[in-house]
């Protein structure tokens, strides 16, 4: 998909905001959340599969539009400095976070190269890798066990978003539990983190000490009327 029409927020989505059966899973948060106020997906009304197919990148995307048009650009949060642990408020414009576009040429595939590979039974040494970026099953999947483990988290996630290893072979949470530390976080690092989607963080300055650094915007009032 590549356009979506949103409402804005009503009392029913303040209500799956805070119930508490979706609160313990935020990836089925979210796609209740997508759910209930993305009108159309190519001039088509979406299912609840069709939210959860999106990549994470384009949910967060709509997440940010969502808080845009029903409660406005700028946001006020709190962080505490790296250098002096002091606890300052800031007021954020989200308008300003970088937005990543992904590869309309890349078919949903992506290419990762391991440093050590994985090692199959006859001791061929497999680096090449084939992924893609996970999307909203993913997300769901994976995001009660990121809070308890996210060792564990990013197993399961790694997992679901390799499509292949090698030419044919099909990666399993056995297989990918013991990639190499450093393998790992390649694939991490290619799959999660640099995946298309908003940046949800900010530069700030402290008032108490002139350290400058980054740091994550804060969703716990994501949807909160500044």
Known sequence: YRTASIKQMTGVEEEIIVDPKLSRNAGKLITELLRSVV????????????????SI????????ELRKISLGDEMD???????????????????????????????????????????????????????????????????????QNVARGNTEMLTLSIIRIGEDIKATSAMVRNFTKRDRD????????????????????????????????DLSNFFVLT
């Open 57 to 64: 990148g384009d949910r967060d995307y709509l997440l940010m």
């Open 77 to 147: 949060m709190s962080f505490q400095c790296t250098a002096c642990n002091s606890t300052q408020e800031l007021m954020v414009n989200i308008s300003d976070c970088e937005i990543k576009y992904g590869d309309k040429e890349a078919n949903g595939e992506m290419p990762v190269e391991l440093i050590d590979g994985w090692k199959d039974q006859e001791g061929v040494v497999h680096k090449e890798v084939t992924a893609k970026f996970p999307d909203g099953f993913t997300q769901e999947r994976t995001a009660a066990v990121m809070r």
């Open 39 to 54: 009108v159309e997906l190519e001039g088509k009304k979406p299912s609840v599969d069709d939210i959860r197919k999106l």
């Open 186 to 217: 390649v694939l991490v690092k290619n799959i999660s983190r640099d995946a298309p989607g908003p940046k949800l963080m900010t530069m700030v300055d402290c008032m108490d000490c002139g350290a400058n650094f980054e740091t994550m915007l």
